[in-house]
Structure formats: structure tokens, C-alpha cells
């Protein structure tokens, strides 16, 4: 099974639950809970052998049949000996098969949390290849596995596939009682350390169901309410006593949220042009990818989006998608009446198309290349499209961006096929985006496949 979500959605106090629960039924095989930046659990290094390890305590029947597979190939105590999958197909897999039908009727249960946390991610990623490959092959072997994650690329692309693995999306399944019961642990460890009642006395019951009301079901909704009522204190001088009154006054609808994270970043280098690029972006895109159509550096990204977790999902590598925790978070940035200075104008499409442009003909190990060949001529047709007919995505020192529109780069879905921006238009039949893309000095020459007609007014 796979319970995943955003960061802070619960997923852990769940498998701790679950290990906990399973421990005393006497059905826990090992446990093992990642966590980036945290020594061996934030790698695969001890990740095999301490499961073994637990094996051989949880079910002492099967500790003989550890000993014996370690004897005969001792490399395998070793993750510099020995890789992850044979470890466990040895330590592990077959140890267990072999306890044949005195664990068939109540199979053993690996719990392993925070598989996200694991920095080895191409190791993370063969091993749930393996393990899914392995349950397919030996469908009537005595063990489950139950992995927590947030969705990232590495793990969703193996797991989510898969017509053996059960899904549970914590996002989709919440209940009042659900939320309380997280909001207390929640609670509880912002109190600890701090100077501040630690008896359970704040907050009040009172305030305590108007926060489960407040939350409206959402996890998402409760993390982003925790880590504002236990943010430092020299960012506003407040207690979490203090702040409370204002949380609980803050509108479900999430706007009021939005602007009380986004205001104090406002005065970060380019905050505006990230924000912007991910509220219009076509799909969702990595560090790497916002950098690039920007033309700033990877750094100048991160120290933005940093600031932004609370309502952003960002990624612990340059590569994978930055995603939005909340649909809501686009809705808003894209309204001026409701995000005023953080109006994600459709102006920004004249940057993001100059960008796309010279990044569609850029080499393929590019990150942005694909994004640039699929979405260029979008969002020149957003720009083209715009109340502002008098923007154009190229400045005069730009001649060498101009050309790339007569290039066959545009549209296509791969590598090898695409057009000129002007004969990916008039397959679009956009006519708007045609003028304006002669407007902005795009060749029309008699290659050109298009009709000459539809210069016309």
C-alpha cells in the first residue's frame, strides 16, 4: 500500500500508528522512517540490514535463516558490497518465503515512512521497481508493505501504476476527528520548548473545535495554520497565544493565507517573475526549468521558493516539479482583485515566450528544452492575445532569438518533430497569433505552408 500527500498531511503519525498497532498484534515484520539530513536514515547505507535486523527480533523463527544467508555471503552486511535489491531479495524476501504456510494466514507487515526523505533517490526508485516486480512474481508470499511518501516523481512513477499497489490519497480522505487528532500532535510539538503552557490548557477547547471548523477538512489548510501560529517570533513580535485570534480570522477561502505568506517575500531579487512563472506555466515546472525560461540562476530561485513552503510544495532537488498544495493558490494569483501586487499579469508571458523561444532551440540535454519545444507558441499566443497589443517578446538586441521562430522546433511532441512558430500557428488556426508573429519579424518565405490571406484583416 502507498499512503501519500503533501508534506505534513499526516502521513507519518499515520505509520507510526500503524507500526505501533501491528507491533502489538505481533504482525510488525521491521519499520524504518526516513529522514533527509539525519544520517543513515537519510540514505539506503543500513536501510536493508536494519530492517533484517528487526526481522530476525520481530519473528525469532526466521533469525536462524538471516544468520545463515549473512554466513554464506557476508558482503551482504554491506551496502558498498552489496546492492540494495540483493540485500533484501536475500535478507529479507527469501528468509520469509521460506517460513512458508506458518505466516500465510497472518502475513508480516515492513512499514517504511518518508521514503521521499531518502536522498538516494535512483536507489529509492529500482528498489520499488524490484519489490513491485518481486510481489508480481510471488503473489502468495507472507508480507505487505505499507510506504508513506510525498508524490514525488521517483516514487509516483513506480507505484502509481501499479494494479498491485493499494493508493490511499491522505488528501482526499479527511474527517473532523482526523484533523483534531493531527492538529494535537501538531500542537503539542510546536509547544515543546517553547515558553508557553505545555499542560494541554491552550489552546481552549473552544478554540480548539472553531480551529477543526476553520480547517474545514484539509490537511493542507492545518499545516499552513501550525506553521504560522509557531513561525519565529522576530518575524511580526507575536506569541502563538497572539496570533491565534488572527488565524481563526483568516478566510477559509485561503486568500487572506496567501497574502500573509506572500508579503513578507515581496522584496526578494525576481520574487515576482518565479511567482508569476508558476501561476501561468502550462504544467508544472523544477527549479531548473523556472531559472531557465527566466534567465537567472538556480540559487536566485531557491531563495524565493524557500520562503514559500507553506502553500508550495518544493522539491529536494533542482528537477522535480514545484507543485501548489492548494488549485486555489493559481485562482488567486491570477485575479487582480483578489492578489493586487501579486497579480500574476499576462504581460509576463512576453518573458516567458522570449524565454521558451531561445530554449526550444536549445541543446536537448536542456532541462527546459521539451517544456520550450510543447508550450513556446502558447504562450506567444497568450501574449499575441493579450489587451496590450503593443507588447512584443523580443527587444531589439534579440535578432538571434527572432530567427529561432522560422526554425522546425515548435509543436512537437518529441524530439524530431515540430514547425516554424508561424506554420505551428496556422495549424492552430490562430490568426491573431499569426499577424502578430509577422508583427514580431517572423519569416515568411516561400517554404511557408500557411495562406497569405490570413494577413489580411
Known amino acids: 500500500m502507498w499512503i501519500y500527500g503533501y508534506a505534513g498531511c499526516g502521513k507519518s503519525a499515520i505509520a507510526q500508528t500503524v507500526a505501533e498497532q501491528l507491533e502489538r ?11 533527509r539530513g539525519s544520517g543513515d536514515r537519510s540514505g539506503i547505507t543500513r536501510f536493508a540490514t536494519t530492517i533484517a535486523h528487526q526481522l530476525a527480533q520481530n519473528i525469532p523463527e526466521i533469525a536462524s535463516l538471516i544468520e545463515e544467508a549473512a554466513r554464506a555471503n557476508p558482503g551482504l552486511l554491506s551496502a558498498s558490497t552489496s546492492s540494495l535489491i540483493n540485500q533484501f531479495e536475500r535478507l529479507i524476501y527469501r528468509p520469509i518465503m521460506a517460513m512458508g504456510n506458518s505466516l500465510r494466514s497472518r502475513p508480516v507487515i515492513i512499514a517504511l515512512d518518508g521514503v521521499d526523505e531518502c536522498e538516494d533517490r535512483e536507489e ?14 510471488n503473489p502468495l508470499t507472507p508480507l505487505r508493505v505499507v510506504i508513506t511518501s510525498r508524490v514525488e516523481d521517483h516514487i509516483h512513477r513506480e507505484l502509481h501504476s501499479s494494479s498491485q499497489v493499494r493508493l490511499l490519497n491522505l488528501v482526499k480522505h479527511t474527517s473532523d476527528d482526523d484533523i483534531s487528532a493531527a492538529l494535537d500532535v501538531a500542537i503539542t510539538k510546536g509547544v515543546r520548548g517553547r515558553a508557553m503552557p505545555g499542560d494541554g490548557s491552550w489552546p481552549s477547547r473552544q478554540d480548539k473545535r472553531k480551529l477543526v471548523r476553520h480547517i474545514g477538512g484539509s490537511y493542507i489548510f492545518m499545516t499552513t495554520i501550525v506553521k504560522l501560529l509557531f513561525a519565529p517570533s522576530k518575524q511580526d513580535g507575536l506569541t502563538p497565544m497572539e496570533r491565534l485570534p488572527k488565524v481563526l480570522e483568516m478566510k477559509p477561502d485561503f486568500d487572506d493565507l ?15 517573475e518565479i511567482i508569476t512563472t508558476i501561476a501561468l506555466a502550462f504544467e508544472p515546472l523544477s527549479i531548473t526549468q523556472i531559472a531557465e525560461l527566466l534567465d537567472i540562476k538556480t540559487f536566485k530561485v531557491t531563495n524565493v521558493l524557500i520562503n514559500l513552503h507553506a502553500i508550495m510544495q518544493i522539491p529536494g532537488d533542482d ?3 514545484v507543485t501548489l498544495w492548494h488549485t486555489s493558490l493559481r485562482n488567486f494569483l491570477c485575479t487582480e482583485g483578489r492578489s493586487g501586487p501579486f497579480f500574476a499579469s499576462p504581460e509576463h508571458h512576453c518573458c516567458l515566450a522570449r524565454g521558451a523561444v531561445k530554449m526550444a532551440a536549445s541543446p536537448l540535454n536542456s532541462h527546459s528544452h521539451m517544456y520550450a519545444r510543447r508550450f513556446a507558441v502558447a504562450h506567444l499566443s497568450k501574449l499575441a492575445h493579450c489587451s496590450n497589443e503593443g507588447l512584443t517578446p523580443f527587444r531589439t538586441e534579440d535578432h538571434s532569438t527572432v530567427l529561432i521562430l522560422d526554425k522546425p522546433v515548435f509543436g512537437g511532441s518529441d524530439c524530431f518533430g515540430g514547425l516554424p512558430a508561424l506554420e505551428a500557428a496556422c495549424d492552430k488556426r490562430d490568426w491573431k497569433l499569426v499577424r502578430a508573429l509577422v508583427n514580431w519579424h517572423a519569416n515568411v518565405n516561400i517554404q511557408f505552408r500557411g495562406r497569405a490571406s490570413v494577413f489580411g484583416d
Open 25 to 35: 498484534e505481533g504482525r510488525l515484520a521491521a519499520s524504518f522512517f526516513f529522514f
Open 124 to 137: 529509492v526508485a529500482s528498489f520499488i521497481e524490484e519489490m513491485i516486480t518481486f510481489f508480481r512474481t
Open 258 to 272: 496567501y497574502i500573509e505568506i506572500l508579503k513578507p517575500c515581496a522584496h526578494f531579487p525576481f520574487f515576482s
Open 319 to 321: 528537477r522535480s516539479p
